[in-house]
């Protein structure tokens, strides 16, 4: 009966065996179709439309309300124009209702269409995301594989600028110290935080005129020094010369210089300045844990310690940095093998078994015996390496906050490659005073009493001073511990009053 296109609709009428044809648009409302039947047939607007069946006899009857005049006017119609009326009214509904379903459609593919653009979106944002994880993940595979290739080799074959001398050294001092900092410099109690007087030890104690060392050659040798060391939180060039300033002013407190020949004072402070050279961060456990190169190549036995031996005389290999340079070849191989048996000595795995040779010769020492003395040069050194809480609190403290940094950049990194944990290097078990309590009462105290039998001068000036702060860090612990308690109450109570 009827037909369409996308933009109007047609119906055809049998009227009186005439064919009627109505078009009107699509979007007509039922009022405006039924007003166009009305105007196809030539009926008034207000005019009520009957349907009637094949006999004539009425089916319904509809009343148009006059949409835009106010009220409805009825007008007497024949039977056959009241059935098409009617006819033309249903029809009207009928098409109503289809294009709203339509329209409905319509808007239902709309929508279909812009959810499934939005989970085409969604989809990319997943994939992308993905992507970007797979990414990162990538980032931190290599980064940490950079990190493993710094950690294990050795910083004179990454980096030869390092080992390049500095050719523009002045030939004057780098600075005057005043009587009152040299003064300082020989006490243990000398801020090491506000100074870097390496060279001047080297000429106050008579090594640069007792072994012909050209000053300029001292002077490159420290800045080459310097340049290998990393920048780590607590293994750093100020570390270095913390330990060197320790040894120097215990010579000068233990009067070693008149126990000692210049060459054993000479290898004690040269030990000093090298200890750690290029020292990556990460302590001997982790290297032999994590298998790196430096474990490999040492087999697992202090690799820290022999790399910081094979940097030192890297450096020395240089013309300008070789502060031995007047040196017959036996005297230069005595002071390489005192360097070296010094620095393998800062390995704390071998603590226990140096300090256990060093209390067996203690009681009866004897200053001609080589033996003797290679073992208390050992101990100087180990001494001098762990001595920052023998400073005064305003000094040593800082000291603590960069090594529990090192600590917890160590504990972090085998947590995420799923090596073991030492548990005085996590951050959740560890706090200042518990790190330090322990250390000072079976490491520091023992070792440095060991050396007072020798040198009872040491007991006012770092024996004492490691006493105190051990007292200090046990009162730091109860007052973190009675604290603790009382939050654990509080908890209990709040617990209590939940339930």
């Known amino acids: 009966m009827g037909s369409a296109s996308s933009a109007y609709r047609v119906i055809y009428l049998d009227v009186d065996g005439r064919t009627q044809k109505v078009v009107f648009s699509r979007f007509c409302s039922p009022c405006d179709i039924k007003e166009l039947f009305c105007t196809a047939t030539g009926l008034s607007r207000n005019t009520t439309i009957s349907l009637l069946d094949s006999t004539g006899a009425m089916i319904c009857e509809t009343v148009n309300t006059g949409?835009?005049?106010?009220?409805?006017?009825?007008?007497?119609?024949s039977d056959k124009e009241e059935l098409f009326q009617n006819v033309l009214t249903q029809v009207a509904e009928q098409f109503s209702r289809a294009f709203k379903i339509n329209e409905l459609k319509t808007e239902v593919t709309n929508r279909?269409?812009?959810?499934?653009?939005?989970?085409?979106?969604?989809?990319?944002?997943?994939?992308?995301?993905?992507?970007?994880?797979?990414?990162?993940?990538?980032?931190?595979?290599?980064?940490?594989?950079?990190?493993?290739?710094s950690v294990t080799s050795l910083s004179f074959l990454d980096d030869n600028k390092k080992l390049t001398p500095r050719r523009d050294v002045p030939s004057y001092?780098?600075?005057?110290?005043?009587?009152?900092?040299?003064?300082?410099?020989?006490?243990?109690?000398?801020?090491?935080?506000?100074?870097?007087?390496?060279?001047?030890?080297?000429?106050?104690?008579?090594?640069?005129?007792?072994?012909?060392?050209?000053?300029?050659?001292?002077?490159?040798?420290?800045?080459?020094?310097?340049?290998?060391?990393?920048?780590?939180?607590?293994?750093?060039?100020?570390?270095?010369?913390?330990?060197?300033?320790?040894?120097?002013?215990?010579?000068?407190?233990?009067?070693?210089?008149?126990?000692?020949?210049?060459?054993?004072?000479?290898?004690?402070?040269?030990?000093?300045?090298?200890?750690?050279?290029?020292?990556?961060?990460?302590?001997?456990?982790?290297?032999?844990?994590?298998?790196?190169?430096?474990?490999?190549?040492?087999?697992?036995?202090?690799?820290?310690?022999?790399?910081?031996?094979?940097?030192?005389?890297q450096i020395f290999s240089q013309p300008d940095c070789n502060i031995f340079a007047n040196f017959d070849p036996e005297a230069f191989k005595q002071i390489r093998q005192g360097t070296i048996t010094l620095i393998l000595a800062t390995d704390m795995a071998r603590h226990g078994e140096i300090l256990d040779s060093f209390k067996q010769k203690v009681d009866n020492f004897d200053f001609t015996n080589e033996e003797h003395v290679t073992c208390l040069k050992m101990v100087l050194i180990k001494c001098?390496?762990?001595?920052?809480?023998?400073?005064?609190?305003?000094?040593?403290?800082?000291?603590?906050?960069?090594?529990?940094?090192?600590?917890?950049?160590?504990?972090?990194?085998?947590?995420?490659?799923?090596?073991?944990?030492?548990?005085?290097?996590?951050?959740?078990?560890?706090?200042?005073?518990?790190?330090?309590?322990?250390?000072?009462?079976?490491?520091?105290?023992?070792?440095?009493?060991?050396?007072?039998?020798?040198?009872?001068?040491?007991?006012?000036?770092m024996v004492q001073p490691l006493r105190e702060s051990r007292d200090r860090y046990e009162e730091l612990k109860q007052i973190d511990d009675a604290m603790n308690e009382k939050k654990k109450s509080e908890n209990l109570t709040m617990g209590g009053k939940k339930k």
Request: contains cysteine.
């Open 67 to 77: 949409h835009d005049y106010g009220c409805g006017l009825f007008s007497h119609l």
């Open 112 to 149: 279909l269409a812009m959810l499934e653009k939005r989970v085409e979106l969604e989809g990319m944002k997943v994939v992308e995301i993905e992507k970007c994880r797979s990414d990162i993940k990538k980032l931190r595979e290599e980064m940490a594989s950079r990190n493993n290739r």
């Open 173 to 313: 001092p780098k600075y005057m110290l005043s009587q009152q900092t040299i003064d300082a410099l020989r006490k243990p109690t000398f801020d090491v935080w506000l100074w870097d007087c390496t060279e001047h030890m080297y000429h106050d104690l008579g090594l640069v005129k007792d072994f012909n060392i050209n000053p300029i050659t001292l002077k490159r040798w420290l800045l080459c020094i310097h340049d290998n060391y990393r920048n780590n939180p607590f293994h750093n060039f100020r570390h270095c010369f913390c330990v060197t300033q320790m040894m120097y002013s215990m010579i000068c407190l233990c009067n070693l210089q008149e126990k000692f020949t210049q060459v054993d004072i000479l290898i004690l402070m040269t030990a000093a300045v090298c200890h750690d050279l290029d020292h990556p961060g990460y302590n001997n456990t982790y290297q032999i844990n994590a298998r790196t190169e430096l474990a490999v190549r040492y087999n697992d036995i202090s690799p820290l310690e022999n790399h910081h031996c094979a940097v030192a005389f």
């Open 384 to 461: 001098c390496d762990i001595s920052n809480e023998v400073r005064p609190m305003e000094v040593a403290e800082p000291w603590v906050d960069c090594l529990l940094e090192e600590y917890f950049m160590q504990s972090d990194r085998e947590k995420a490659e799923g090596l073991p944990v030492a548990p005085f290097m996590d951050r959740e078990k560890v706090t200042k005073p518990t790190a330090q309590i322990g250390f000072i009462k079976f490491v520091l105290i023992p070792m440095f009493e060991s050396v007072m039998k020798l040198f009872p001068q040491i007991e006012e000036v």
